[in-house]
């Protein structure tokens, strides 16, 4: 950026007696020098803020800066999340041996930011490996706060579906979303959203148009180029204190209009590393209903939650299909803390041990032990995708706010397709997000 300095110099005074001096002045008499306002180009810094933050300030200036608030200009902070899998799998009855593994699940840089034009206007841009696959993940930026309709939101982005989407994946209680959510819920979505919250933030609210966005090889995967996506969420009963109660309530609505006149459903069971083992294929249907409820309970350390996620397909020659799944989980911090809530979101983040682990002062991190119980059915009609029923526990250590270690037992049962049986999966993962 540049920028010009203008500054007016006078001409110079000759060189004579006294009398050409005053003749000088005399014919100057009432002139006035106007010297412009300084200004003086941005300046880059960067700061140190639980990570490096790159600031861009403006610079000194004795004129009005039209557009822009603040003094700095942009803020970024620099981020980088890495996440390693490794799985142990048994199968029994007709399921095919699986192989065991160990694989990067996630390793990309995170940039968040904000820009400071007529409003702060936050961004945000994920950008490196997931899934073994290099993608731009999530890049989108918010214009908070526009009167009547709330923050407005472009870019790529998770879809406003489900508690466990709009919960940040280092957050959630387990290493993967259950059965129904994985196989419903759409992945990220290029669009456009408008989202707000009621005064005393009880209540959320978020609609967007979205269009097809990053591929992936899981979830709601029929290709679209229009989808209408809705969620509201309710804090019913909400106290501040650590030990008071908190009780959230939800509904989502996604409707998807196929551009290829094929819907499709599929998932892999509670494992990343595992393959793909529940799948409608392509349904001859141009457009799916698809509705979802949610439901939480937090006091102190112990906290539930439940999701039942379902959709209505209008199938060509079957008439109408209907696939659902449902799941609940029950979670103890062993060590005291509790879940935080994000009243901005209607959404949970990362549990912070009160204390970090450390061998100097006795810190031991949180602890937290979490059972899971996950259902899904993908057959209706003429469409054999399969069930699953899968019973999980976990435990999490998080060390301090930025990493962590889970270790899950999975215990499945595949059936309503040709291949059935049971499925144990033994799987950890290192989780650092800083």
């Known amino acids: 950026m540049a920028a010009v300095i203008l500054v007016a110099v006078p001409p110079p005074r000759s060189l004579g007696s006294d009398s050409d001096d005053s003749s000088a002045d005399s014919e100057h008499a009432g002139s006035t020098v106007v010297e412009e306002p300084a200004v003086h180009p941005p ?26 608030i603040g003094a700095d200009l942009l803020r970024v902070r620099l981020g980088l999340r890495i996440s390693v899998d490794a799985a142990a799998f048994v199968t029994g009855g007709d399921l095919a041996d699986i192989p065991n593994a160990i694989a990067l699940r996630r390793g990309f840089f995170k940039l968040d930011g904000q820009l400071n034009l007529w409003k702060g206007m936050p961004f945000r841009v994920e950008i490196g490996f997931v899934n073994l696959e290099f993608s731009l993940q999530k890049a989108y930026a918010t214009i908070p706060g526009l009167p009547y309709v709330g923050d407005l939101t472009f870019g790529q982005f998770d879809t406003p579906v489900s508690l466990e989407v709009s919960t940040d994946s280092f957050s959630r209680a387990f290493m993967e979303m259950g059965l129904p959510v994985t196989a419903f819920a759409p992945n990220y979505k290029a669009g456009i959203q408008l989202a707000n919250r009621t005064r005393d933030l009880d209540a959320t609210w978020a609609l967007g148009w979205f269009a097809d966005g990053t591929p992936d090889d899981v979830g709601e995967d029929s290709q679209s180029f229009t989808r209408l996506i809705g969620r509201v969420t309710w804090l019913p009963v909400y106290g501040a204190e650590p030990d008071a109660w908190l009780v959230h309530l939800g509904m989502s609505i996604n409707y998807v209009l196929s551009s290829s006149a094929a819907i499709r459903f599929k998932t892999r069971p509670e494992s990343y590393l595992a393959p793909v083992l ?16 949610e439901f939480a309970a937090v006091r102190g350390p112990l906290s539930v939650q439940s999701e039942f996620l379902g959709s209505h397909v209008f199938e060509a020659s079957a008439g109408s299909l209907n696939f659902y799944g449902a799941y609940g989980y029950a979670s103890w911090v062993c060590t005291g803390e509790t879940r935080p809530y994000d009243r901005m979101k209607g959404a949970f983040t990362r549990v912070v041990p009160g204390r970090d682990l450390s061998w100097s002062t ?25 069930t699953d029923t899968a019973v999980s526990s976990g435990v999490n250590w998080y060390w301090n706010r930025w990493f962590r270690m889970q270790a899950n037992y999975n215990f499945e049962n595949l059936g309503g397709r040709p291949d059935r049986g049971p499925l144990n999966i033994f799987q950890m993962c290192w989780d650092l997000s800083w």
């Open 278 to 293: 529940l799948d409608t294929g392509d349904i001859d249907s141009r457009d799916a209903l698809g509705l979802g409820t």
């Open 362 to 386: 006795g810190g031991v991190g949180a602890w937290e032990l979490a059972v899971r119980i996950s259902y899904l059915d993908l057959n209706d009609g003429p469409i054999h995708g399969g």
């Open 43 to 68: 300046r880059v810094a960067l700061e140190w803020d639980d990570g490096p933050v790159v600031v861009v300030r403006q610079g000194p200036t004795t004129s009005p800066q039209i557009g822009l």
